[in-house]
């Protein structure tokens, strides 16, 4: 799995878009880019996966450039409640099994 | 779809002893993983299965660790002759068929071995 890098920290302001990046510049051609969170005491929740094209879901969006080493997940309107910890992951998507490598993440503070 | 569930939430235990989590998957999901977070960590994979075969299993911690899912609904993971290190969060995930790349997380085990 290509390895990612995530800045360890962020705040937005309520109301506001999040923008969290992320760098895996070795990705390969068939790696997908997945974002899980992790709200305090509670286990990781997915958001979103893609590939090449950007993708928008009803909880974010992802940008991914078109040389695929970094993507960006926006949230639109945060709220309090999307203060976690955001883990952006590269991996193989086929049918042998997802074992997802979760790094450190990015832990987002939503400020009022 | 009620959710993964595991128990118990919290277990505290004496080094040495042996501790069994229990995992329920939602309904219908094949696949179910383990996961182990320690304290400022992210998860970090142990075992999956897909129904009631076990296809991964390299990356448990030790021969201490061991996991069974009999019936392909829930799971147990075991911890023999638990050791301090083995504090950690155990998180368990299901994902339905097709669709691996969502799993669902329940809200873990927490241990604490003194």
């Known amino acids: 799995d290509a390895k990612t890098t995530q800045p360890t920290s962020m705040d937005c302001a309520e109301g506001r878009a999040a923008n969290l990046p992320c760098n895996h510049s070795?990705?390969?051609?068939?790696?997908?880019v997945y974002w899980y969170r992790q709200i305090h005491s509670q286990g990781p929740q997915y958001i979103i996966h893609?590939?090449?094209n950007n993708e928008t879901n009803e909880m974010a969006s992802l940008i991914i450039t078109e040389d695929r080493k970094s993507s960006t997940l926006i949230l639109p309107h945060a709220t309090l409640r999307d203060t976690a910890v955001y883990y952006c992951?590269?991996?193989?998507?086929?049918?042998?099994?997802?074992?997802?490598?979760f790094g450190g993440g990015t832990r987002l503070m939503v400020k009022p | 779809d009620t959710g993964v569930s595991q128990n118990p939430r919290h277990k505290i235990t004496k080094r040495g002893q042996n501790v069994t989590f229990r995992c329920d998957p939602i309904?219908?999901?094949?696949?179910l993983y383990w996961y182990r977070q320690t304290l400022g960590q992210g998860p970090e994979f142990l075992t999956y299965?897909?129904?009631?075969?076990?296809?991964?299993k390299s990356r448990l911690l030790s021969d201490r660790f061991s996991a069974e899912r009999p019936k392909g609904s829930f799971s147990t993971l075991e911890i023999q002759r638990t050791e301090q290190g083995d504090s950690a969060m155990y998180l368990c995930?299901?994902?339905?068929?097709?669709?691996?790349?969502?799993?669902?997380f329940g809200p873990g085990t927490r241990l604490t071995v003194t």
């Open positions: 309904s219908e999901h094949n696949r």
């Open positions: 992951i590269v991996r193989l998507y086929n049918n042998a099994g997802n074992m997802l490598t």
């Open positions: 299965f897909q129904n009631e075969a076990q296809l991964e």
């Open positions: 995930a299901s994902t339905r068929r097709g669709q691996d790349y969502e799993q669902y």
């Open positions: 893609g590939l090449k």
């Open positions: 070795t990705i390969s051609g068939n790696e997908y």
